[in-house]
């Protein structure tokens, strides 16, 4: 035992260590000063000495929403402010204890932690424990307590499902089901189709079943006292009729296919108009390429003489007549062909004067492969 306190403050604090359960009992409070003796036997202390330790409290705000921010709170008695209990829980790591002295002088120890609320905290189990130091700090002791969160929230994971699924017979029965979760619990179900014209309402309740006429769209809508929850669309085919209110898939898939194709059939038209463009044009080269047409005007010089021109013409290596040449001519090597061509100059005095009379010989030589024709004058000076 070790009194703390300072009796001329009026302060009597005193500090007892290692209790055990045999100093329960009740106690009075003494002052000896010889010659002054007293005891203050109209105020007694009764002293209980527990063998476990306070359970600490958990304190949470009443009627909790989703999308609210809320401070749960832990608490423990702390009879002993200079050996507090250590409190942890579930909530956080590392929770930051605070000793705080109550009204009536005594002490508590706690933590907080604020969080926003969801659909996921509801039934979340908070729980909360006091480690209390004894035995001088070498030793602790442990209590722990639990809460469950009730948390409000409007209506979640709202389906809509069809029986029989797939296509229906018109004229049979089907049934709409629609379902969904909430707290409170759902107090409304509203079926709604739709239309060209918008959503119409056909019935209320968790199950709809109604004779198949015609197909559609369908979906529900879950209702409490927090909110709504609309589900997901459902398709009602009926056997050799459309859907109404939009195409069938097939035929859309379809139209995509088609349009794609027309696509591709453009540009391999495209394509091969210009290839058949340009194949046309080497053509017409080739064919330019082995046609040597010289053509002057007819004339003759002063003297009454043709001008005659020497011309030397190579062919050079195409395919095309290359598959033609037999193994004979290949083995030859080049044949030289002259022609003569008669050329007429325009009349120009100076001209014809000056240069006089010339002569033109065209010289073939075909090679091994040979169709191009590189043509060389040889102008000859009289």
């Known amino acids: 035992?070790?009194?703390?306190?300072?009796?001329?403050?009026?302060?009597?604090?005193?500090?007892?260590?290692?209790?055990?359960?045999?100093?329960?009992?009740?106690?009075?409070?003494?002052?000896?000063?010889?010659?002054?003796?007293?005891?203050?036997?109209?105020?007694?202390?009764?002293?209980?000495?527990?063998?476990?330790?306070?359970?600490?409290?958990?304190?949470?705000?009443?009627?909790?929403?989703?999308?609210?921010?809320?401070?749960?709170?832990?608490?423990?008695?702390?009879?002993?402010p200079h050996s507090?209990?250590?409190?942890?829980?579930?909530?956080?790591?590392?929770?930051?204890?605070?000793?705080?002295?109550?009204?009536?002088?005594?002490?508590?120890?706690?933590?907080?932690?604020?969080?926003?609320l969801s659909d996921t905290h509801d039934g979340k189990k908070i729980s909360c424990s006091a480690r209390y130091p004894v035995n001088q700090g070498k030793d602790t002791k442990t209590a722990e307590t639990e809460e469950t969160l009730s948390v409000s929230y409007v209506p979640k994971n709202t389906s809509a499902s069809i029986s029989p699924s797939g296509l229906v017979s018109a004229g049979s029965w089907v049934k709409l089901t629609c379902s969904s979760r909430a707290k409170p619990p759902v107090s409304n179900?509203?079926?709604?189709?739709?239309?060209?014209?918008?959503?119409?309402?056909?019935?209320?309740?968790?199950?709809?079943?109604?004779?198949?006429?015609?197909?559609?769209?369908?979906?529900?809508?879950?209702?409490?006292?927090?909110?709504?929850?609309?589900?997901?669309?459902?398709?009602?085919?009926?056997?050799?009729h459309q859907n109404s209110g939009s195409l069938p898939l097939s035929l859309l898939l379809g139209g995509i296919l088609g349009f794609i194709l027309l696509i591709c059939l453009i540009i391999f038209a495209f394509t091969a108009l210009r290839l058949l463009k340009y194949q046309t044009q080497q053509e017409t080269q080739s064919q330019t390429s082995e046609e040597l047409v010289v053509e002057e005007p007819t004339s003759k010089t002063e003297g009454g003489e043709e001008n005659i021109h020497y011309g030397e013409i190579n062919f050079s290596v195409l395919g095309y007549e290359a598959s033609s040449v037999?193994?004979?001519?290949?083995?030859?090597?080049?044949?030289?062909?002259?022609?003569?061509?008669?050329?007429n100059k325009p009349k120009n005095g100076l001209t014809q004067r000056a240069r006089g009379q010339e002569e033109l010989y065209a010289e073939v030589r075909k090679s091994e492969n040979s169709c191009v024709k590189t043509l060389t004058k040889k102008y000859r000076d009289q």
């Open 326 to 343: 037999s193994v004979q001519d290949r083995g030859q090597q080049q044949d030289t062909v002259y022609a003569q061509v008669k050329v």
């Open 1 to 80: 035992m070790n009194i703390t306190g300072n009796l001329k403050e009026k302060n009597c604090t005193t500090l007892f260590f290692n209790l055990t359960t045999t100093y329960t009992n009740t106690y009075y409070f003494r002052i000896m000063n010889w010659p002054y003796r007293a005891t203050a036997a109209c105020d007694p202390l009764k002293i209980t000495i527990k063998d476990s330790p306070w359970r600490p409290n958990i304190t949470i705000p009443g009627n909790l929403k989703e999308k609210e921010s809320v401070t749960i709170t832990c608490s423990a008695l702390t009879p002993c």
């Open 84 to 116: 507090p209990p250590q409190l942890t829980w579930n909530l956080t790591q590392d929770s930051d204890n605070k000793t705080e002295e109550n009204t009536d002088g005594s002490f508590t120890t706690k933590i907080q932690q604020t969080i926003t």
């Open 189 to 240: 179900f509203t079926w709604f189709k739709k239309s060209r014209d918008g959503a119409v309402k056909v019935s209320e309740g968790e199950i709809y079943s109604f004779n198949v006429t015609d197909g559609g769209v369908y979906y529900c809508v879950a209702t409490n006292d927090l909110g709504n929850q609309t589900s997901a669309e459902i398709r009602v085919t009926v056997a050799g």
